[in-house]
């Protein structure tokens, strides 16, 4: 991404009145964020979305002027910035309607991994969430390494699985609720740091955010669309975590909860969700691994013998029953897009199809398998 690039795609994040949905729906009418800026007022004003608020703003020197501090902050800080058309941008988050158009990282990780599972939970942490997190971070080691632990680096459940992380030697990211210009909270940033090596650190907020209430709950959906699936360790019956597994579910994630005694006030909010059929029971890695169908061995099928088998294949049928053909035991679907290089919302329906006509067959964990 150019200076100049990434001046307007910061530029956008900062006029008035376009949040993450709006900016894309304007963005697929004029196809680039230069546009915005340069284009003449009146063929601005017949774009869908566009309102005169966001014209106003649009021409405000202040924007581009805050964007133009954020590049200088971005670049004395090994700050990666990554638009959502970016090839490096979290695949994941492209099906997420009200994903970032922009997000900042810092640090040494791959963000598009084979595997990502978010483990978050209470801030109020007891000595069983504790013990329970750093098994399953640990298990979860020692049979998928490679694997990517996301949380929000808040006390409690978050900076144990972040630590197990590090301790089991696996990447790890947080997702922050303010700028990258300081950690919150102050205590975790030794931490912070070690993640850098392995793993990093992640928001959508520029430069000088403070870590507000109200971010927390809007950095959620990040924590919730970045990965595969979300494990809730801890909470009580109202809080962060379960507005988080929330959010997953409404994604199509799949949402997993560890139960606890019932007489346990950050056990409460899991057996909830558990007895509400809002998340599945797990008490190990190998629980998580088995309902999302992970349990997978390569084989590779000769793309001739595909092609008498289903002649009648259209180019994306094709493509796709070729990935497949590769996964016996299955693919998730998160990651069939990333291997086809194609949004979810675009695989949804061919996958159906193929499925009507017995090309393929959809398991639970949203697996697809050949036959």
């Known amino acids: 991404m150019t200076n100049q690039n990434l001046l307007y795609n910061i530029g956008l994040t900062l006029?008035?009145?376009?949040?993450?949905?709006?900016?894309?729906?304007?963005?697929?009418?004029?196809?680039?964020?230069?546009?915005?800026?340069?284009?003449?007022?009146?063929?601005?004003e017949r774009i869908p979305g566009i309102t005169p608020r966001?014209?106003?703003?649009?021409?405000?020197?202040?924007?581009?002027?805050r964007?133009?501090?954020?590049?200088?902050?971005?670049?004395?800080?090994?700050?990666?910035?990554l638009f959502f058309k970016?090839?490096?941008?979290?695949?994941?988050?492209?099906?997420?309607?009200?994903?970032p158009v922009l997000l900042y990282c810092k640090g040494n990780v791959e963000l598009n991994p084979s595997k990502i599972i978010s483990i978050i939970g209470t801030r109020h942490a007891t000595e069983y969430g504790k013990e329970v997190t750093e098994k399953i971070v640990s298990e979860m080691a020692g049979i998928y390494p490679d694997a990517l632990i996301v949380s929000g680096l808040a006390y409690g459940i978050d900076?144990?699985?972040?630590?197990?992380?590090?301790?089991?030697?696996?990447?790890?990211i947080g997702v922050l609720a303010h700028g990258l210009d300081r950690i919150y909270p102050p205590l975790h940033?030794?931490?912070?740091?070690?993640?850098?090596?392995?793993?990093?650190?992640?928001?959508?907020?520029?430069?000088?955010?403070?870590?507000?209430?109200?971010?927390?709950?809007?950095?959620?959906?990040?924590?919730?669309?970045?990965?595969?699936?979300?494990?809730?360790?801890?909470?009580?019956?109202?809080?962060?975590?379960?507005?988080?597994?929330e959010i997953a579910s409404s994604?199509?994630?799949?949402?997993?909860?560890?139960?606890?005694?019932?007489?346990s006030l950050y056990s409460q909010g899991c057996n909830k969700i558990i007895r509400e059929n809002k998340a599945a029971l797990v008490e190990s890695a190998e629980d998580i691994i088995k309902a999302m169908c992970w349990e997978t061995k390569v084989e590779k099928v000769p793309t001739a013998i595909q092609q008498q088998l289903f002649p009648n294949l259209n180019e994306q049928e094709q493509l796709l029953y070729n990935i497949l053909s590769q996964h016996r035991e299955g693919l998730q679907i998160n990651l069939l897009a990333i291997q086809a290089?194609?949004?979810?919302?675009?695989?949804?329906?061919?996958?159906?199809?193929?499925?009507?006509?017995?090309?393929?067959?959809?398991?639970?964990?949203?697996?697809?398998?050949?036959?």
């Open 15 to 44: 006029v008035k009145g376009v949040g993450d949905i709006i900016a894309k729906q304007i963005l697929q009418s004029v196809g680039d964020t230069e546009v915005l800026f340069k284009e003449k007022k009146r063929l601005l």
């Open 54 to 65: 966001i014209l106003n703003s649009l021409r405000d020197p202040n924007v581009l002027n």
């Open 67 to 81: 964007a133009e501090k954020e590049i200088d902050f971005i670049r004395k800080n090994s700050i990666q910035a």
């Open 86 to 99: 970016d090839e490096h941008y979290p695949k994941r988050l492209n099906d997420c309607i009200d994903a």
């Open 159 to 172: 900076i144990i699985a972040h630590k197990a992380a590090l301790k089991a030697q696996m990447s790890t």
């Open 189 to 245: 940033r030794s931490i912070a740091v070690s993640m850098l090596q392995h793993g990093g650190v992640l928001t959508d907020f520029l430069s000088q955010t403070n870590p507000d209430r109200q971010n927390f709950v809007k950095r959620n959906r990040i924590v919730a669309g970045i990965s595969d699936c979300t494990l809730v360790v801890e909470s009580a019956l109202k809080g962060g975590a379960l507005i988080t597994a």
């Open 251 to 263: 994604y199509g994630r799949d949402v997993f909860a560890v139960p606890g005694r019932i007489n």
């Open 341 to 371: 290089n194609l949004p979810i919302s675009k695989l949804s329906m061919t996958l159906f199809e193929m499925e009507m006509n017995g090309v393929i067959r959809c398991l639970p964990g949203g697996v697809y398998r050949v036959g």
